[in-house]
Structure formats: C-alpha cells, structure tokens
C-alpha cells in the first residue's frame, strides 16, 4: 500500500509521501523507517496524540524489502493505533480535493 502510495504521490506531482504518526507510537515509528521514511520532526500539540511526522521522496518503493522480524505486529489481529488512522484521512482528502469525475 505505501508503495501504491507513493507511486500515486508522484503521478500528481507530488515530491514527498508523509505520514502522521501517533507521538507515543515508537513501533510504529520505527516500521515506517524500515519501509524507508526519515523522521521529520515532531509536533508536540497537547491537544493530538499524533505528531511524529515521517517523508520519504516520492516514487521510492521501498515497502517491498523484508520487514525486520522486530517492526512486525506483535500477535496476529493487533493494528497499531493510527496504522491506518493517516491512511483513512488521506484517501478522504484526497476525495474531495480530487476534481469531479462524470
């Protein structure tokens, strides 16, 4: 999915795939560095839990390399919180700032 992503970001010109990490999430963090995001900086709102944003350049597929063991779900059904949190509110934005299609 995030090589998908990022082939998408680079078809509509974009430069970078970002993401939007939950601040406490260090897992999760640590998986999207495997997938070949660079930490960008965090944003401490107190009002968010998220804030640890991650980029990696856009077009880059780096999700297809072997995962360590390490950044793997813990059990079977477990889904970090905000896994798919950034995801979800993309494709809606993407939505509707997409133009109109008949």
Excluded at 32 to 50: I, N
Aim: net charge positive; aromatic share 8%.
């Amino acid at each position: 999915m995030l090589d998908w992503a990022s082939r998408e970001a680079e078809r509509i010109g974009k430069r970078w795939l970002r993401v939007d990490v939950w601040k406490t999430n260090a897992d999760l963090g640590r998986y999207y560095e495997a997938q070949g995001f660079e930490k960008v900086r965090t944003v401490d709102l107190p009002h968010r839990r998220s804030g640890a944003l991650y980029q990696r350049r856009a077009g880059a597929e780096e999700s297809s390399r072997r995962v360590p063991a390490k950044h793997m779900m813990p059990f079977p059904g477990h889904r970090p919180y905000g896994a798919t949190d950034s995801m979800a509110s993309c494709a809606r934005r993407q939505r509707h700032t997409a133009p109109h299609q008949p």
